[in-house]
């Protein structure tokens, strides 16, 4: 079973609103990532991270930023919230061996923007 | 670009009833493969994932899949089906060497009892 948290797991806020997206986990892993899904349909990737002080985009552009300043946790930030910004954003990690990566997910925080 | 499909998007069954979802993926190099399940309410867990070796892979729960590399395939599979299975499944593959969890739309299994 993985270790890996986010809070909140639900945020109602108000367009224009700063708002940081929490994800640490205790296992270790030096990749973490930044998922959005929307209702019915797959997940995209946003953001990743191959250890501290690294960070990349992904797949889908987004309007967010993240930090790894330590191991553990990968915050993820959005400056001005727009209701185009309402999905629900999962956290995920995994080992840095490439051959046996196994991503291991949060619970997802649900984020509407009113 | 590298894709995942997933053909069925609901399903409905009846308890003990045989299931099988597809999954299909477009890369035609050395792909890592993976069923994750989504209980509601729950977060995402790793069902099974197929790296080398036997294509036919053993999950949890009484799951099990099998890589059909001809076909591009990865369909998950349970004889007999309870209540419980009831929840959201997606299939993901990575190309070998790669970090990039590439994720089908899901398919939202309903198991009636």
């Known amino acids: 079973e993985a270790d890996i948290y986010q809070t909140p797991r639900y945020l109602v806020i108000g367009t224009g609103k700063k708002i940081t997206l929490e994800c640490s986990q205790t296992?270790?892993?030096?990749?973490m990532y930044w998922y959005q899904q929307d209702p019915g349909m797959e997940l995209h990737l946003i953001h990743y991270?191959?250890?501290?002080?690294?960070?990349e985009k992904g797949d889908l552009s987004s309007e967010s930023t993240v930090s790894r300043i330590r191991t553990e946790h990968f915050p993820l930030t959005l400056e001005s919230a727009r209701p185009s910004h309402t999905s629900q954003y999962l956290c995920?990690?995994?080992?840095?061996?490439?051959?046996?990566?196994?991503?291991?997910f949060g619970p997802g925080t649900r984020l509407t923007v009113l | 670009a590298q894709s995942v499909s997933q053909h069925n998007h609901h399903v409905i069954l009846s308890e003990a009833a045989s299931l099988e979802l597809g999954c299909n993926y477009s890369?035609?190099?050395?792909?890592?493969l993976f069923w994750y399940v989504q209980y509601p309410g729950q977060h995402l867990q790793l069902l099974l994932k197929?790296?080398?070796?036997?294509?036919l892979v053993k999950g949890i729960k009484g799951f099990e899949a099998e890589f059909i590399k001809s076909k591009f395939s990865f369909n998950l599979r349970k004889p007999s089906v309870q209540w419980s299975d009831t929840a959201e499944y997606f299939c993901?593959?990575?190309?070998?060497?790669?970090?990039?969890?590439?994720f089908g739309s899901g398919t939202r299994l309903l198991v009636r009892p």
């Open positions: 197929y790296f080398s070796g036997d294509p």
């Open positions: 890369y035609g190099g050395t792909v890592n």
């Open positions: 991270s191959y250890g501290v002080n690294s960070t």
């Open positions: 995920a990690s995994s080992l840095a061996a490439a051959s046996t990566d196994t991503q291991y």
């Open positions: 296992m270790g892993h030096d990749k």
């Open positions: 993901a593959s990575r190309m070998d060497s790669s970090y990039k969890l590439i």
